[in-house]
């Protein structure tokens, strides 16, 4: 326990212009974001990740964004990514890929657990799109859903999408409910900085063109149940997916506030509860929203003006 608390370290790294520093003012307010941040990770009786990144500046808050957690359903970013990669490859002209649009048939041999949507569509009628496929494993996280786009990707090609991007603890291991991997170790993981990382460089469009980025975003920000979305006001957009296994809990996403988005990643295991792992997302969400949803609305002196 002791070398685990030597390794905890919240820190602001600056990637702004040479020369140029934050107001004073602003660091103090990210320092009450920290202070929260370091108070969350105090309270919770299991292990706390956390990457945030500000997409205006680059800044980052970090806590042991390094550490590999396990993911649960929020690996299913990586596979959204890696739909999307080969879908602009086969706009290139790549052969093999596949695109949004490629149909799938519904198989009742394709079905795990944990597939409330796919399940009850008919075998060998119901005809979709890897769109549709996606949105599924987004909004309600489909297990079956993912698996058969798993399928069509094949798991080497988002490895590999991962690799190339330098994210070389982040794997996709094993298929939703393959229980037999799991036990034998094959977890699908990912670290905070690396989520953080994937996500930043998709919202620069370094992954995708403007139209694929778009709905990239758009797939990911399908309305669901998320620990993250509920520390944020009912208005807010972002565009997240969590995760939940026993003694685990995760949530990763870009959250939209005006004029300064940011990444946002929370990973949690060997939790006591599940429900405080839950709350501790919910926390830092609302705390950073509050931190930057103000830093986005004011002046470089702080001062707010609401429109009438």
Not at 30 to 36: D, G, M, Q, R
Not at 57 to 81: C, H, M, R, W, Y
Not at 199 to 225: C, N, P
């Amino acid at each position: 326990m002791s070398r685990l608390l030597a390794g905890i370290a919240l820190s602001v790294a600056p990637v702004l212009a040479a020369g140029e520093e934050r107001p004073a003012k602003q660091r103090l307010l990210l320092a009450k974001l920290e202070a929260e941040i370091h108070d969350v990770d105090a309270r919770l009786d299991g292990v706390l990740g956390v990457a945030i990144e500000d997409l205006k500046t680059g800044e980052t808050i970090l806590l042991n964004p390094d550490e590999v957690f396990p993911q649960a359903s929020s690996i299913k970013i990586a596979v959204l990514a890696e739909l999307y990669h080969q879908a602009e490859q086969a706009a290139a002209g790549v052969r093999g890929k596949a695109t949004l649009s490629d149909l799938y048939t519904m198989r009742a041999a394709d079905l795990v657990p944990g597939s409330d949507i796919l399940a009850g569509l008919t075998p060998g009628v119901t005809v979709l799109t890897n769109r549709d496929l996606a949105t599924m494993m987004v909004a309600v996280s489909d297990n079956s859903a993912t698996n058969v786009l798993i399928d069509r990707l094949g798991m080497e090609n988002v490895n590999a999408c991962l690799e190339s991007l330098g994210l070389h603890a982040t794997r996709l291991r094993r298929k939703m409910m393959d229980l037999d991997a799991a036990r034998q170790g094959r977890e699908n993981v990912a670290t905070p900085r690396e989520m953080m990382t994937l996500l930043a460089r998709i919202y620069e469009g370094k992954l995708f063109s403007k139209e694929g980025t778009a709905d990239f975003f758009k797939v990911l920000s399908t309305h669901k149940e998320s620990a993250m979305l509920r520390g944020l006001p009912d208005d807010a957009v972002a565009a997240n997916k969590p995760g939940e296994l026993e003694a685990v809990r995760t949530d990763s996403g870009i959250v939209f506030a005006k004029d300064r988005p940011f990444v946002l990643c929370v990973m949690t295991t060997y939790l006591k509860t599940e429900r405080d792992g839950e709350a501790a997302i919910s926390r830092i969400a609302a705390a950073a929203w509050a931190a930057f949803d103000r830093l986005g609305r004011a002046s470089e002196y702080g001062r707010v003006v609401s429109p009438k």
